[in-house]
């Protein structure tokens, strides 16, 4: 169905990218020969730049093609732009031999977000630059229309393959090249200016910091998904000790996304959150928890407090990391409750910090949508009553009120659905965790 949804989503940028065209080839100026001869010099740019993208994750690459593409864009500012865009990511992609499906989208969605910027800048009172220096306001806001609109395009197609949340994806994309956007839009003009004042020679020069340009992205790129993948890695290396929990720290993460997004925290907060829920269990690793992990059956008091210790044990794990010193309040007070039963340090209230209190509703909800060996698992009906049951007393009574929400709850429900489809629970394993008996059952998760 997802794959289906792609191919009408990739047919559709297609047809905008072709309508968009052919009105900015009907309305828009006509190029110049000098305007075509720019065109062609920025294509073998476009050209490299494309060829020389990298991978941003499994399903998306990066590139500083939209340097050459908007220079060219100020200097011709008409169909020779989406010409120079068109020939330049249709070229890089039979270079890159990619799935037609794939070049299809690529080669659309790039043109769609030129032809676009283009028209918006001509809107705004945009000119060639060849005739004089264009309104910096038509400028600045054609180079956003393009970052935007492309951004939009990948993150609705991505989303739909992976069933992840359009706006969400948009936003940590937008957020995570915001940096190297801002520093381009100088460079963007420089490099068109060069061409226009001293001719294709000199701006060629300009390759070498383009180049670097692109090697800064692909560093950053590359060190952070090394971050991630090495944060997975450890995570999934925890709950091997138990094949029952396996994914159980994924899909707290993607309940704790959904929970902060519904609590107003803004994207920033949430993304450390979502780190947070990956990491609460990481106290679980010492060897110790090990054989307590496996045992079948209810725990004894001693275990249980062993069990306890976990949290206070991934913290200080945690804190070993200097870019997670802010991650550790959230590791530490995760199984704190509103009402001051918790632990480690029974905190109640607003002590507990928000980002724990959005953990600890994402770790029950886990635990009462997945089955047990002891029982199935919980229908949404119950696991939104208890939730309900248990505001103000275990769990923030603000942060249930808004996910509790028909609208809210059917974005949580549609979460539960896809973060167990993608992180399935191991359906042959024995383990019980249980649960101390002075403790409500539902909602409580080690």
């Known amino acids: 169905m997802s794959q289906t949804r792609v191919v009408r989503i990739v047919e559709t940028v297609a047809v905008g990218a072709a309508l968009a065209s052919a009105a900015l080839l009907a309305y828009g100026p006509i190029p110049t020969s000098e305007q075509w001869k720019a065109a062609a010099f920025f294509t073998g740019f476009g050209l490299l730049a494309s060829a020389l993208g990298y991978k941003t994750s499994k399903a998306t690459a990066g590139s500083i093609g939209f340097l050459p593409f908007l220079s060219i864009a100020v200097i011709s500012p008409n169909f020779a732009a989406v010409v120079t865009v068109f020939a330049s990511i249709l070229g890089a ?109 000199l701006s060629a020069a300009l390759a070498l910091p383009m180049l670097g340009m692109r090697q800064l992205y692909k560093t950053n790129v590359a060190l952070q998904k090394i971050n991630e993948e090495l944060l997975q890695l450890m995570v999934a290396a925890i709950e091997a000790r138990d094949p029952y929990t396996s994914g159980h720290s994924q899909r707290v993460a993607r309940y704790a996304r959904a929970i902060a997004k519904a609590a107003g925290l803004g994207s920033r907060l949430t993304e450390r959150v979502m780190t947070a829920a990956l990491l609460h269990d990481v106290g679980k690793i010492y060897e110790e928890f090990a054989p307590i992990l496996r045992k079948p059956g209810r725990l004894t008091d001693a275990e249980y407090e062993t069990m306890k210790s976990h949290a206070s044990r991934g913290s200080a794990l945690v804190c070993k990391v200097s870019h997670f010193e802010d991650l550790v309040p959230m590791v530490q007070y995760h199984h704190e409750a509103w009402d001051g039963r918790g632990y480690p340090d029974g905190a109640q209230g607003e002590d507990i910090p928000i980002g724990a209190r959005v953990i600890a509703l994402a770790d029950t909800i886990d635990a009462m949508s997945t089955s047990r060996p002891y029982r199935p698992a919980l229908s949404e009906e119950v696991v939104r009553a208890e939730i309900r049951r248990e505001s103000g007393r275990q769990f923030d009574p603000k942060i249930c009120a808004a996910i509790l929400t028909d609208e809210v709850w059917t974005e949580i429900r549609r979460e539960i659905v896809l973060a167990i489809a993608e992180h399935p629970v191991s359906p042959d394993s024995s383990t019980v965790l249980a649960l101390a008996s002075d403790l409500p059952v539902m909602a409580q998760s080690n």
């Open 93 to 201: 992609e039979l270079l890159a031999r990619r799935e037609p499906i794939k070049t299809l989208f690529n080669v659309s969605q790039f043109v769609f977000a030129e032809a676009f910027a283009v028209a918006t800048y001509l809107t705004l009172g945009g000119g060639s630059l060849l005739d004089g220096t264009p309104p910096a306001v038509a400028f600045l806001a054609m180079v956003a229309v393009f970052l935007v609109v492309n951004k939009l395009a990948v993150s609705t197609v991505v989303s739909v393959a992976s069933g992840r949340d359009t706006k969400s994806h948009w936003i940590s994309s937008m957020r995570l090249s915001a940096t190297y956007d801002l520093l381009a839009f100088p460079l963007i003009f420089f490099f068109a200016f060069i061409y226009v004042r001293f001719g294709p020679e």
